[in-house]
């Protein structure tokens, strides 16, 4: 405060030199001024002693199990004077802001002072470490609260403290007037008072609740109905927060009442007649109420409210002068009666709802001791949602068994033609499967040597620059290839967008079969197409670089297998169509090969894991799930849960049928989830089974996207159609 002193008496100084004629108000609102800020900082510092006085008294309280058995409001609204159940009181003071006063004149700027340190908001809390209470500053543990006490101290709006055995104080902030507690709230509900800390940059942090001494209160019906002619009744009440002490009595009017335990009994009811009740604990603590009689009423409203299907609540209001039980019904055990309030204000609350229909309980109000119902009310419950809803559903776009192979984006549905000529795929709008459109598809050389189909697979390549084709994803095809060296392996990219001429890179010529189904692994920028080569005997996964949009070019023009092949050891057995597919978590050795991946084909399919280089050798299988005949796996999170999806054509390929499983393992155990299908929900592309073996060669797939923050996933079928999801 040194430096505090010498202001004021350099301004006193001046003062006093003043000519006679002088006006000095200038200088008596600076030292006001000072004043203020001086009364401040005392006040400020005055809280925090003040509170952490207050604290050693709360943390006995916390350790001993005393509880609050008054609290008063303190005038000025900053906090509570609170009494604890052996006498003691502290007064606590929190940091809410008091109401926001008139905006001042602004005044003249001053001199520059110098500069201050930083304006750190310090925290001063007590945490519980092993069953030990420590004080904590600015997070550093200290000393335990029973054994020492920090001293704070402040110069010039900084705040300091000594910590206990130590003798020079030590800087920790500025002193803001934010102390230890950030707020202190009185929850009579609940029965607690809770105190939140203050917490980092002057925000609420870590809270404690002690225990409020139970309520004094008499609770009876104040309006008793009676029957026609009835001239006794029995009434029931309660006494909250009575001790050993406590004595109830009755004082009757135009009746007679006797007071037992819980309950009293009234007879020679006349008219007129009334009591009145009173209830003392002997520590000066009384409640009295007055009960009249009349005829019985009762009703209760009708629920329009539907409680949701992810459970919640309800409350039921009614009048009634009658006692009642409440009486949910056996097979309703969904259903509970939460909370009670005496002015018949009743709260029911539901568990989810697991079922796709609608439920209801049908709630009884009988006459308290009887079986009599006086009054019923229902209470019902939506139905669970099905995890997908078939949104629309078109037949095969293309006919003749060509629409083997789909993907969509955010906006449409794309469906390749795999058949010969120029090639085609349509775009059919998520929003609306009336309006399609043709992708523009340039083919690059004639049709005689476009392959066996001149678009085979389209898949959507994920986009992570904005200038790219408007920042959406990237639509990608191949053809599929004759293997007589006539068509070899193109690779078709629309980086500018769907209307628009896609670019094309030849990757391959001479293998039988390439290009009929490949996935995708990484982004547009930096990632790989999967193919699968049937011109192997063993088979082959053959990995095709994809870089800012450009496939499998590396310095020339049409460089084979850009990136590099690993060998599949699946019996091929027939099969003319496979996929290869790796959980996205998949680790990978340095030459980009994964450890571990799953190989399908129309016929066959393994789990094979990579035994050396580029090398894989097949694990045991089990029978289940079968993964033969399946297609276009996705790995999509949906409403906090990972999924996996996968098309599965029936052995007698009359339907597609959409399978769904929660990615349980993640990478770690790829085949473990495959085959627990936890959670698994399936759906059909068709309502109605196509006749066996229309589907031909028996491919699907299956692709998910997010529109306006809901995921739809579409369902292809070759020669059947598509349908799509959404799902809830």
């Not at 390749?416 to 609306?432: C, F, L, M, P, V």
Request: aromatic share 8%.
């Amino acid at each position: 405060m040194k430096k505090v002193l010498f202001a004021l008496m350099a301004l006193l100084a001046f003062a006093a030199c003043k000519p006679e004629a002088y006006d000095d108000t200038a200088i008596k609102e600076q030292i006001n001024n000072l004043d203020d800020r001086l009364t401040k900082v005392e006040e400020d510092l005055a809280t925090l002693e003040l509170n952490v006085a207050a604290m050693k008294t709360l943390a006995e309280a916390l350790k001993t199990g005393k509880y609050i058995v008054s609290y008063t409001a303190l005038a000025d609204e900053s906090g509570y004077t609170i009494t604890f159940s052996d006498g003691t009181s502290v007064v606590v003071k929190h940091g809410e802001k008091g109401d926001k006063g008139d905006k001042g004149d602004t005044g003249e700027t001053g001199a520059t002072g110098a500069a201050g340190k930083d304006g750190v908001t310090p925290t001063v809390t007590v945490k519980d470490v092993d069953g030990v209470l420590y004080w904590f500053i600015n997070g550093e543990q200290i000393c335990p609260v029973y054994e020492g006490t920090p001293v704070f101290s402040s110069v010039d709006g900084n705040l300091y403290v000594t910590y206990p055995g130590e003798t020079e104080p030590v800087w920790i902030g500025a002193l803001t007037g934010k102390s230890i507690f950030d707020s202190v709230v009185v929850d009579e509900e609940a029965g607690v008072v809770i105190f939140t800390f203050v917490g980092e940059n002057g925000q609420p942090g870590d809270s404690f609740a002690l225990p409020l001494a139970a309520k004094f209160e008499l609770v009876i019906n104040t309006t008793v109905g009676l029957e026609a002619g009835a001239t006794s009744v029995e009434i029931p009440y309660e006494v909250k927060g009575a001790n050993s002490t406590t004595v109830v009595d009755v004082l009757a009017v135009a009746c007679e009442a006797v007071v037992e335990p819980k309950v009293i009994k009234v007879s020679n009811i006349a008219a007129g007649a009334q009591l009145l009740v009173f209830a003392d604990n002997g520590e000066g603590k009384t409640s009295i109420k007055k009960v009249v009689f009349s005829g019985e009423s009762y009703s209760v409203e009708e629920v329009s409210e539907v409680i949701p299907a992810e459970g919640g609540s309800v409350v039921v209001k009614g009048v009634s002068n009658v006692p009642f039980e409440v009486v949910i019904p056996a097979e309703a055990a969904w259903l509970t009666l939460a909370q009670t309030k005496s002015a018949f204000e009743l709260t029911f609350v539901a568990e989810a709802n697991t079922l796709q229909e609608v439920r209801e309980a049908e709630v009884s109000f009988v006459r308290q001791g009887t079986e009599e119902v006086l009054m019923s009310v229902t209470i019902a419950q939506e139905a669970a949602k099905p995890f997908a809803e078939k949104v629309w559903s078109i037949a095969a776009v293309f006919g003749g068994g060509a629409d083997r192979n789909m993907t969509m984006d955010s906006e449409y549905v794309y469906v390749a033609q795999a058949a010969g000529g120029n090639g085609a795929i349509k775009a059919i709008s998520i929003a609306d499967p009336t309006q399609v459109k043709d992708v523009k598809v340039a083919t690059k050389v004639s049709v005689s040597t476009n392959g066996t189909h001149a678009i085979s697979c389209v898949r959507m390549m994920p986009n992570t620059d904005p200038a790219v084709n408007g920042g959406k994803d990237v639509l990608v095809a191949s053809n599929l290839t004759t293997g007589d060296g006539t068509a070899r392996l193109t690779v078709y990219v629309w980086t500018n967008g769907i209307d628009a001429d896609p670019n094309y890179f030849v990757i391959d010529s001479g293998t039988r079969r390439l290009g009929d189904k490949f996935t995708v692994k990484g982004t547009y920028q930096a990632g790989e197409l999967w193919f699968w080569d049937y011109g192997r005997k063993d088979n082959a996964a053959i990995r095709i670089a994809m870089n800012d949009g450009v496939a499998g070019l590396w310095g020339t023009p049409e460089l084979a297998y850009a990136t590099g092949r690993f060998s599949v050891p699946v019996d091929e057995g027939g099969a003319t169509i496979g996929e290869v597919v790796a959980h996205p978590g998949a680790s990978y050795d340095g030459d980009g090969n994964p450890t571990a991946l799953l190989a399908t084909s129309n016929v066959s399919y393994g789990f094979v894991n990579q035994s050396a280089g580029n090398a894989y050798a097949i694990s045991a299988w089990g029978t289940e799930p079968k993964l033969a005949q399946s297609w276009g796996y996705d790995f999509f999170e949906h409403n906090g849960k990972n999924y996996i999806a996968y098309v599965q054509i029936p052995t007698d390929r009359n339907n597609a049928v959409l399978n769904i499983i929660e990615d349980i393992n993640g990478a770690a155990d790829f085949q473990g989830t495959l085959e627990a299908k936890a959670g698994l929900v399936t759906f059909d592309l068709l309502d109605t089974p196509m006749a066996n073996g229309t589907a031909g060669h028996g491919v699907g797939d299956c692709a998910t996207a997010v529109v306006d923050g809901v995921r739809y996933i579409a369902i292809q079928g070759q020669n059947m159609g598509v349908a799509l999801y959404r799902l809830n």
